[in-house]
């Protein structure tokens, strides 16, 4: 019987985190413990320990589907398999939200024998650093309604109030509601409601942020709402930014643990990719890149969500430039792509993978053309997958100039991804013309304008009146050089998530728009897409239980 993920971790053997931090040149004193097997990393404390940073690795996907695909798995593999090779490699990954892990999605801790440790503690609450960007927002919300409730010296129209509060969990229930009820004591009735704590801008500002001075500064610039007179009210004008920045003191440093492998891996941040930019943080990639000679992280869902807002947010912004991109994708999906159910998933079907290709051949075309980066894709291989199947998908890739590696890091770690890292070390070596899509000059509808064109491969952009609206305040407000982050479907390079494959001829709705000055983009709302997800009929959390030994079963 094939064994699950977490019975597969808990049979790990651990090195002490200290023996870990070791073999990247680390000491103790660099490292605060969290515990055993957990640590923080002081990054002021930590010089670099080479003369030239890093290359980056960015492992991206085709669009999910519930067939499944192993973007975090192959990043965890292909880490282990370059250190295998003798390179120093560490993998720079996200935080799990406790909304994914007790909903339908699962973890972010890869899986089979590419996984990081302790699983279990790293899914659930792991050190503490959502707790604390929650707490942080919702001081924010607090001081917001407090300072109306007080006389509200700064005429804050509490109809206009943008600033939402957040949990980490989906709780549908909280998407929308009116508080401030019942007599004056208990404050001034308002419509307000909840984001997961993921989608918050606080996330987002902790992940851009390159230290407490910056993280700070960044926080005041919050915008939380609009005056009577239709002017941005900010967080410094609450004098909020302090204590949300003391709140978020340990937060900023990144968590040190490990693979399976027992090598080092850094997981710091964890905004969702549909809704927010989808990447790690520029701490935890900028220190793996002053410690290592290479670093494998990821972008949220396919290359057209945390890919591109990879590289037209988070490198923009830190100056990080990725060296090679490695596509992760499974036969599987790619079928159920090509129309075939996911119950009929394990019969060959070359007519549907013909079908299901095009996804496929469009992210490779924005990796390499879009973004100019050396790619090459990683089939992670199941055993239903025949030799008919596997041909089919090289033969479209090599037209394209694009090799596919056959991944089996699920099944044996660091050994099943040696072609793959090999692969790699000879694309990051070669010559790249990485590019942004779009300019800091361009307008704010030609920059929405140029990813639905350039990375969804649709026509057009349709604006509702609201989104026209907070777009020609935008500009006026002066936040037009700023870059976006389109919220959109994960399931679909288009704004309907039925639509799957390679659609064409299709629009995009932008139903509305909102600055986020403190993480410094303008997020762009497209479709249905929710900042507050909502559990499925059957959650995950019906099968985690712990036993009275505290060990716990069912996570995955």
């Known amino acids: 019987m094939n064994k699950t993920d977490i019975e597969i971790a808990q049979e790990a053997t ?196 390159n230290d407490i001075e910056d993280l700070k500064e960044n926080l005041g610039n919050i915008i939380i709402g609009y005056t009577y007179e239709d002017q941005p009210v900010t967080a410094n004008q609450l004098n909020a930014q302090g204590a949300m920045a003391a709140l978020l003191k340990d937060a900023m440093k990144p968590n040190l643990v490990q693979t399976l492998e027992n090598n080092p ?53 830190s100056g990080i430039k990725p060296s090679a991109v490695v596509v992760v994708a499974t036969v599987r999906a790619l079928k159920m792509h090509g129309g075939v159910p996911k119950t009929e998933l394990n019969s060959e079907n070359l007519e549907a993978l013909k079908k299901g290709l095009p996804n496929l051949l469009k992210h490779i075309e924005n990796a390499t053309q879009v973004y100019g980066l050396p790619t090459v894709v990683a089939i992670n291989k199941f055993p239903t997958d025949t030799e008919a199947e596997l041909a089919l998908v090289r033969a479209e890739c090599e037209k394209r100039q694009v090799n596919v590696v056959l991944s089996d890091v699920w099944g044996h ?26 300019q800091d000059e361009e307008s704010i509808k030609d920059k929405i304008k140029a990813v639905v064109q350039k990375v969804y491969g649709g026509e057009d952009v349709h604006y509702e009146t609201i989104a026209e609206r907070e777009i020609a305040k935008l500009q006026k407000l002066g936040f037009q050089r700023l870059p976006i982050c389109m919220a959109k479907t994960q399931y679909s390079f288009s704004d309907d998530p039925t639509k799957l494959g390679r659609p064409t001829d299709f629009s995009i709705t932008v139903s509305n728009v909102k600055v986020s000055a403190g993480a410094g983009f303008i997020v762009v709302y497209t479709g249905s897409v929710m900042t507050m997800p909502g559990l499925p009929k059957r959650p995950a959390a019906e099968k985690i239980d712990i036993d009275a030994q505290g060990k716990i079963t069912g996570l995955f």
């Not at 407090?146 to 509490?158: K, P, S, T, V, Y």
């Open 14 to 209: 651990m090195l002490p985190i200290v023996e870990v931090a070791k073999k990247i040149g680390l000491t103790e004193e660099q490292i605060e413990f969290y515990g055993k097997y957990k640590a923080k990393l002081n990054i002021e404390e930590i010089p670099s320990q080479q003369s030239e940073e890093g290359k980056v690795i960015l492992v991206t996907a085709i669009t999910p589907t519930p067939a499944g695909e192993g973007k975090t798995t192959t990043v965890v593999g292909l880490g282990d398999a370059l250190n295998r090779l003798g390179k120093k490699a560490i993998i720079a990954l996200r935080e799990p939200s406790l909304g994914p892990v007790f909903g339908v999605k699962g973890g972010a801790a890869g899986g089979g024998y590419a996984q990081v440790v302790p699983m279990e503690d790293i899914n659930l609450h792991f050190t503490g650093d959502f707790h604390a960007i929650g707490a942080a927002n919702n001081l924010l919300a607090a001081m917001i309604d407090n300072h109306i409730f007080q006389g509200n010296q700064l005429a804050i129209d509490n109809r206009r109030i943008t600033w939402k509060r957040a949990v980490d969990m989906n709780d549908r229930q909280l998407r929308k509601i009116v508080n401030g009820l019942g007599s004056r004591v208990n404050g001034v009735p308002r419509e307000d409601g909840f984001e997961i704590t993921v989608a918050s801008e606080i996330m987002a500002i902790l992940c851009l942020s």
């Open 265 to 317: 891996a850094f997981i710091h941040g964890g905004p969702f990719a549909n809704i927010a930019h989808g990447c790690n943080s520029v701490v935890a990639t900028k220190l793996a890149m002053k410690l290592a000679d290479y670093v494998v992280t990821e972008g949220g869902f396919g290359a057209d969500l945390g890919a591109e807002k990879f590289i037209d947010i988070k490198c923009r912004k």
């Open 413 to 438: 770690g660091g050994q099943g991804g040696e072609e793959l890292a090999k692969e790699v070390l000879q694309l990051a070596e070669e010559k790249n013309n990485f590019s942004f899509v779009y």
